[in-house]
């Protein structure tokens, strides 16, 4: 029998953050994948600068600056309305963050963090590991049940992704459509037009979901659509990216050389941060796509799964230090809950009927094109390089202060 303190199920971005803090705080963890890696996820790949910060001081960054040409930086934003209204942006060099935004193949990304955890005397890594459930003791987990044997710890941790197996026993798993979206995404080579901006492509028949270009090397791009569940299912997407490459008119032009690469067309997932439950039970945590918390916005998924990884961690090194286990739960809602709720999830939410408006969009976007520094400002919110409250800057730059400190914002 192996036991430790924390177990974890999944190795992703929000495994190995949490793994990474814990063993940090000088604590024993187990990580388990089912998959070998470097493996594929399905994702756009964009990393912004807030996800950045976290990956360099979890010394990924270092490793990533040693791979040449993995990483692609971006520095801005290009938005292009139903109505082909372009506005470019670019990131500010005082926003919230000090580090870049790239685009980096998750198959790369998530290899470096692993390799960190593999590092680390006081993680176990367990690759091709499958679990598959809790092991109980009452109502208390008491660790994990894999393909490979039983691993007992005092915590357990879900970390595996959108159709995580801990959240599915602990019977929380987000299926409601006005907090799930789905998306589709493929790499192409000779990709013309490309710059240092990533796209965002709001068309008519997918609001208030998008379609994006994210510049992955000379020429090569990262192509997808997003759309929320209750608009599609999976086929419907299929056709959606088709009729992006092919019919829209600033995109299709471009892709008329384009090749797509084998094998790389494949569809996702993305379980949205408005959805309101806890994320977990008793001594269990869900960190990342398995506790839901992607932006229900822009679709950023890898900052909110590094951070919730790491409140996870602390939230138990916390109760563990206080020798009051049954608390965790309670420190883990107050940690993400304090960041994300009021800040992303909540006005995120607040938003997206507006933005599934294409004349509301159509008019936003005249507006904030009109003047660079709002499109820079628009950029750096959609960048995760500024707060999401300072879009109220855009109507009025004296407005801001007293109102959000009403607001609490
Ligand atoms: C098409 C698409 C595009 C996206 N684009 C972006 C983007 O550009 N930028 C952005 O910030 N976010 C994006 N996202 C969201 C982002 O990909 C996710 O939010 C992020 O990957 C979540 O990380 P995670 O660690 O929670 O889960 P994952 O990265 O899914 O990791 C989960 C891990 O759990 C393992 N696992 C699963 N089941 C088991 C099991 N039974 N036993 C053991 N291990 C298991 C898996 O092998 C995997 O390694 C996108 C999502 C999609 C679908």
């Known amino acids: 029998m192996q036991s430790y303190d924390v177990v974890i199920s999944g190795a992703g971005l929000a495994g190995c953050s949490a793994a990474l803090t814990l063993a940090r705080n000088g604590l024993r963890v187990a990580l388990l994948d089912k998959a070998r890696f470097p493996r594929e996820k399905v994702c756009g790949d964009g990393v912004t600068a807030a996800s950045s910060t976290i990956l360099n001081d979890l010394g990924v960054m270092e490793l990533l600056r040693q791979r040449s ?23 500010s060099a005082t926003g919230l963050q000090t580090d870049e935004s790239y685009v980096i193949s998750r198959s790369v990304l998530d290899e470096c963090l692993v390799s960190r955890a593999r590092e680390h005397d006081h993680i176990d890594f367990h690759e091709q590991t ?83 270009v994210f510049p992955a090397g000379t020429m090569r791009a990262n192509v997808g659509v997003g759309l929320m569940t209750r608009f599609t299912d999976q086929r419907g997407l299929k056709r959606m990216f088709g009729r992006f490459i092919a019919d829209n008119p600033l995109v299709a032009g471009r ?33 990342g796509d398995a506790g839901s918390f992607i932006d229900p916005v822009t679709g950023e998924g890898i900052y909110y799964a590094l951070k919730s990884g790491r409140y996870a961690a602390e939230a138990i090194a916390r109760a563990i230090d206080e020798k009051r286990d049954e608390q965790v739960l309670r420190h883990f809602e107050t940690l993400w809950r304090s960041e994300f709720l009021r800040r992303i999830y909540s006005p995120g939410y607040a938003i997206q009927p507006f933005l599934a408006n294409r004349f509301f969009l159509e008019g936003l976007l005249r507006y904030v094109s009109g ?37 609490r914002l």
């Open 69 to 91: 040409g993995a990483m692609m930086p971006f520095r801005g934003v290009t938005l292009f309305s139903p109505f082909g209204t372009v506005m470019s942006g670019r990131f």
């Open 130 to 212: 499958a679990v598959d459930r809790l092991i109980m003791d009452g109502r208390k987990a008491v660790g994990l049940s894999a393909s490979s044997g039983e691993f007992y710890g005092r915590f357990v941790i879900g970390a595996d992704g959108a159709y995580s197996p801990v959240a599915k026993n602990l019977k929380i798993v987000n299926h409601d459509k006005n907090h799930h979206a789905f998306a589709i995404r493929a790499y192409f080579s000779n990709v013309e037009g490309l710059t240092d901006s990533i796209e965002l492509h709001y068309e008519k028949s997918m609001l208030p979901g998008y379609g994006w």
């Open 371 to 407: 003047k660079q520094h709002r499109a820079n400002l628009m950029a750096d919110v959609i960048g995760h390089n500024r707060k999401r409250s300072e879009l109220y800057q855009l109507f009025n730059p004296f407005f801001s202060g007293a109102f959000r400190k009403l607001l």
């Open 255 to 287: 892709m008329k050389k384009a090749v797509m690469e084998p094998e790389t067309l494949k569809a996702w997932p993305l379980p949205l941060g408005s959805f309101d439950a806890q994320r977990g039970r008793d001594n269990v945590l869900l960190a």
